[in-house]
């Protein structure tokens, strides 16, 4: 059977929707009793609710289990120490392979949620245990929050410059990746960057412009109308701190990778950005 861990986020579901579909066992935890029935009608086996944080719930949710996927939640105060509790887990439940879903460019101290998940990498490394780290870029499913927004509007916005370099990937490549790795021991002991091909906000706006048939423009939000609406929604005061420091670094650096791993995983290219918005397109029509 196969653990999948915060599997009622974005990341979660999409991989076990993939693993569920490739007819695999999968265990899903859940941070909260809420989040349980949307992660059951995935499919899954078994679901449970535990927290990372807590060596007891890791433990619980790694009994049985022959592989990990292991999704860390986003922009979390906890990192390390999650990290920590899922490598012991793993450890003493003997588990044949954890599979990291990390983010693409651990190394990067200016972006301390990257900065942190080096270290849980670190840990991995000298764990001696049989791992995988997929490093995954940013997905090109972050703008549909605001796609019906953007088609009203004709402007596609997000929260740095129209020209900064992104390497955007599809979740759904993801997920097919994330399957093929779990599943073929001739990962174990790679590290691998998931990244889809390089776009910035300006070429994604004349790509819509020609798949809506209307006019689409690129505009950069403000930084502090964004932490603003955030904070609106909920987000924590941790998550609005690292988000003040990732948007001015993709100001200036975008963030790149090399999408040559993806595609000799996938056996084929990359899904485009607009394969991507033709594909969501016709799901909006």
């Known amino acids: 059977m196969i653990l999948v861990t915060c599997a009622s986020g974005k990341t979660g579901i999409a991989i076990v929707?993939?693993?569920?579909?490739?007819?695999?066992?999968?265990?899903?935890?859940?941070?909260?009793?809420?989040?349980?029935?949307?992660?059951?009608?995935t499919g899954v086996k078994e679901a449970l609710v535990g927290d990372l944080a807590v060596i007891e719930d890791v433990l619980r949710a790694t009994e049985n289990i022959e592989l990990v996927y292991y999704i860390a939640?986003?922009?979390?105060?906890?990192?390390?120490?999650?990290?920590?509790?899922?490598?012991?887990?793993?450890?003493?439940?003997?588990?044949?392979?954890?599979?990291?879903?990390?983010v693409l460019h651990t190394q990067i101290e200016a972006l301390p949620h990257h900065w942190e998940r080096h270290f849980v990498e670190q840990s991995i490394?000298?764990?001696?245990?049989?791992?995988?780290i997929l490093q995954v870029g940013s997905y090109m499913q972050n703008m549909l929050p605001a796609w019906g927004q953007m088609v009203k509007t004709g402007i596609h916005r997000m929260a740095y410059d129209v020209d900064a370099p992104m390497s955007l990937v599809d979740l759904d490549d993801v997920s097919e990746a994330a399957v093929k790795v779990l599943t073929d021991d001739n990962y174990t002991n790679g590290i691998f960057e998931i990244a889809g091909p390089i776009i910035s906000l300006k070429q994604k706006a004349l790509i819509l412009s020609e798949v809506l048939k209307i006019e689409v423009s690129?505009?950069?939000?403000?930084?502090?109308?964004?932490?603003?609406?955030?904070?609106?929604?909920?987000?924590s005061d941790f998550t609005l701190s690292m988000m003040s420091k990732m948007f001015p670094y993709y100001d200036e650096n975008g963030l790149v990778g090399c999408d040559k791993t993806l595609g000799w995983i996938l056996g084929r290219s990359p899904t485009s950005f607009e394969t991507f918005a033709r594909r969501t397109a016709a799901s909006f029509s």
């Open 17 to 41: 929707g993939a693993l569920v579909a490739a007819g695999h066992q999968v265990r899903a935890m859940v941070k909260t009793k809420s989040s349980l029935e949307g992660v059951k009608k």
């Open 218 to 235: 690129a505009e950069k939000e403000a930084l502090d109308d964004f932490l603003k609406h955030a904070q609106s929604l909920g987000f």
């Open 73 to 102: 939640p986003n922009m979390d105060p906890n990192e390390q120490l999650n990290g920590k509790n899922m490598i012991t887990a793993c450890q003493i439940q003997k588990v044949s392979r954890l599979v990291f879903h990390s």
């Open 125 to 132: 490394l000298n764990a001696k245990i049989p791992f995988t």
